[in-house]
């Protein structure tokens, strides 16, 4: 692996009992790229995220964060080594304040310094967090919470953000904002992963995408030579892919 | 004008009721588990803080100290090592574990101490702290309530303003994201359990000095603390002070209008109540701010 690489993941087959999840599946993620990881529903993304983040162990095959093997080890191990999870569904801390989840994300003991610089800096980027900052998270809107997840996952200062379903049941003008922040974020210096199931949105913000279905990545590639036809083909299990 | 004594008493028991339950509040609260051996922890403390008065340091304040730093220990390792590895695996295998440690504990009790009652001696438990010609109020009491504020305002500065507070509330607010942002949960859950087995000793330091105690109490303040914890709203500390009060009064009340024997009785038709009209307590986790 180059040194361009934060992540590398290697022929991870991860099974669930008998129930194969994820075959062979391997990806590079270049520093300072957006990468799309994109799949219907069941392609096993979700799967993927929790092997990276440790709560799924795999079978075989390897993740290697910077160079070091991460997988097998406990989460809260992984995410001190400066890897970041937005989750689906935003999953915050509802009965928290707004402040307190944002504290709650540099949580870590050597996160902890500068608290109010990176307080300022979120409420920078979604100024929406700085008027609701001593609401109780469960008050905020659909779209408010996903940028507190977001918000939140970027506190700690992590080398790798990883967004799962960021678009998921939020009106269209929102997803728009919340992806132009994303790209903000990222032309800061933070590597990020967009795991979607909107498919022509994080096509357009990714530099790199890989397309998943049934547990295999079925198409890779930059966005601007991928073909519409085939990347929809690769989603939906079409022609070629029907196989798998 | 007897009744004006018996309303002080209870609302001062209430008190010493509230530091029996809140340990168990804060346990269920963070993970979800009924503590069965909640009320012989209580009771091992008591014993464990007799034994140092009596023998060791003869102080009964500088006993307390050790016993506090002995039941966070103890209350370290019953989770670390015996209801964290059972927690995965749904609820019924913590709560059997839970209730095998409250048998062994009052066994060994049982067997170090014999079946004895006892009690801490200290200065306070019979001068009252002053008296009019319409009530008096005893200096136990009296302390036993002063102490269970302290202990409530203190755990609640804890959850409130610390980084450990913090990280316990999000692992009981949501355990996933918990883990995502870092928090060793099971870690986090070892030490509230700590913490809950500090207020535990206090009881337990109160309790002896109030009452008498056997190795075999331990259920009648389990018990307490279920009715404290049920009438307050599982989680949350106020709650408990709260639910310790009405269960106080409602006791001593009912001692006072239909005699002593029907004092138990009386605390517990009004759990029935509460239980009828609201079952999720008086203030829950749900509804906490």
Known sequence: MTSKDLLEINNLNVHYGELQALHDISLKIRRNSIVSIIGSNGAGKSTLLNTILGINKPTSGSVLFLGDKIDGMQTNRIVAKGVSLSPEGSSIFQKMTVKENLLMGAYLPHTRVNTAAKLEKVYRLFPVLKEKAGQQASYLSGGQRQMLAIARAIMSEPKLLFCDEISLGLAPIIIQDIYSTIKEINEEGLTIVLVEQDVRRSLKYSHYSYVMLKGRIVLEGKPSELLEGEVQDAYFGLNKYIKC | ?289
């Open chain 2, 1 to 289: 004008m007897e009744i004006i004594q018996s309303v002080l008493n209870g609302l001062l028991l209430g008190g010493l009721y509230a530091v029996i339950g809140i340990g168990m509040s804060l346990i269920f609260g963070v993970m979800g588990l009924t503590n069965l051996a909640h009320g012989d922890l209580i009771i091992v403390g008591a014993f464990v803080c007799m034994t140092l008065t009596a023998q060791l340091v003869g102080s009964v304040w500088a006993a307390i100290v050790i016993t506090v730093v002995i039941m966070a220990a103890i209350g370290f390792f019953i989770q670390g090592f015996l209801i964290n590895r059972v927690l995965d695996k749904g609820a019924e295998p913590a709560l059997l574990t839970t209730f095998g440690v409250s048998i062994c504990l009052s066994n060994t009790l049982l067997l170090f101490f014999g079946a004895d009652a006892r009690s801490i001696s200290s200065s306070f438990a019979t001068a009252n702290a002053f008296s009019t010609n319409l009530f008096s109020v005893s200096s136990v009491y009296l302390l036993d309530f002063f102490i269970a504020i302290c202990v409530i305002a203190v755990l609640h500065c804890i959850l409130q303003y610390t980084y450990f507070g913090r990280s316990v509330r999000a692992a009981s607010d949501n355990i996933h994201a918990a883990e995502l942002m870092g928090v060793d949960t099971k870690k986090v859950f070892s030490y509230a359990m700590a913490l809950a087995m500090v207020s535990a000793a206090i009881a337990g330091l109160l309790v002896g000095m109030t009452f008498i105690f056997y190795p075999s109490t331990g259920t009648q303040y389990l018990i307490i603390a279920f009715g404290v914890v049920v009438i307050g709203g599982m989680g949350s500390l106020l709650g408990t002070l709260l639910g310790g009060i009405i269960l106080g009064l409602a006791q001593l009340l009912g001692a006072y209008f239909w005699g002593s024997g029907y004092q138990l009785l009386a605390g517990y038709l009004v759990l029935l109540l509460i239980l009828t009209v609201k079952p999720e307590g008086l203030l829950s986790i749900a509804s906490r701010k």
